[in-house]
T-cell receptor, first 109, second 118 residues
Framework: GQNIDQPTEMTATEGAIVQINCTYQ??????LFWYQQHAGEAPTFLSY??LDGLEEKGRFSSFLSRSKGYSYLLLKELQMKDSASYLC??????????WGAGTKLIIKP | ETGVTQTPRHLVMGMTNKKSLKCEQH?????MYWYKQSAKKPLELMFV???????ENNSVPSRFSPECPNSSHLFLHLHTLQPEDSALYLC?????????????????FGPGTRLTVL
């Protein structure tokens, strides 16, 4: 079956760096998405990776290794407003999105 | 209005009620989606429309009935729901039809309707 694994919850300190991992097992691969979702709000698009390597967007970076079925989202200089759930979603060979359950990130002062 | 909007934001209904959820996208996209989001579970895709035609129905119970009158509007009609249907219902849209591949499949979400079935 197809599966996306990511930690349920993580805690980090304001100003620090945190890495949220995502591993996937899918039938084929056509890209991986990261979304941020604040409680009670819409998921918002953060990044899309289809090639191996690191993509940087300001304080957020996303990494992909297709050979390892692995991605991570790196958040630098953490701010309180980064407290949210982070959703990993993988597109399989049929271009269907397979979603992870999300990682709830708690930022402490 | 910009982006994807959904109404109502909150809905409480009894099991015998009939209600409808509304979604509107202002992005000029060609595809629209309904998802169910339950606590600590992955998003569940319910329905997909591409250019107003339904292209995917992931074995959703018939008590959920979608309607897409045009490429900007999407409805989810609800009747005789069960308490386990209580969840956040999210609408999304994407530029190209679903499964076109690549960044054009990026989905943009509305804020959702928090549904409680008593």
């Amino acid at each position: 079956g197809q599966n996306i694994d990511q930690p349920t919850e993580m805690t980090a300190t304001e100003g620090a760096i945190v890495q949220i991992n995502c591993t996937y097992q899918t039938s084929g691969f056509n890209g991986l998405f990261w979304y941020q979702q604040h409680a009670g709000e819409a998921p918002t698009f953060l990044s899309y990776n289809v090639l191996d390597g690191l993509e940087e967007k300001g304080r957020f970076s996303s990494f992909l290794s297709r050979s390892k079925g692995y991605s991570y989202l790196l958040l630098k200089e953490l701010q309180m407003k980064d407290s949210a759930s982070y959703l990993c979603a993988c597109m399989d060979s049929n271009y269907q999105l397979i979603w992870g359950a999300g990682t709830k990130l708690i930022i402490k002062p | 209005e910009t982006g994807v909007t959904q109404t109502p934001r909150h809905l409480v209904m009894g099991m015998t009620n009939k209600k409808s959820l509304k979604c509107e996208q202002h992005l000029g996209h060609n595809a629209m989606y309904w998802y169910k989001q339950s606590a600590k579970k992955p998003l569940e895709l319910m329905f997909v429309y591409s250019l107003e035609e339904r292209v995917e129905n992931n074995s959703v119970p018939s008590r959920f009935s979608p309607e897409c009158p045009n490429s900007s509007h999407l409805f989810l009609h609800l009747h005789t729901l069960q308490p386990e249907d209580s969840a956040l219902y999210l609408c999304a849209s994407s530029q190209e039809g679903p499964w076109s591949g690549g960044a054009a499949d990026t989905q943009y979400f509305g804020p959702g309707t928090r549904l409680t079935v008593l």
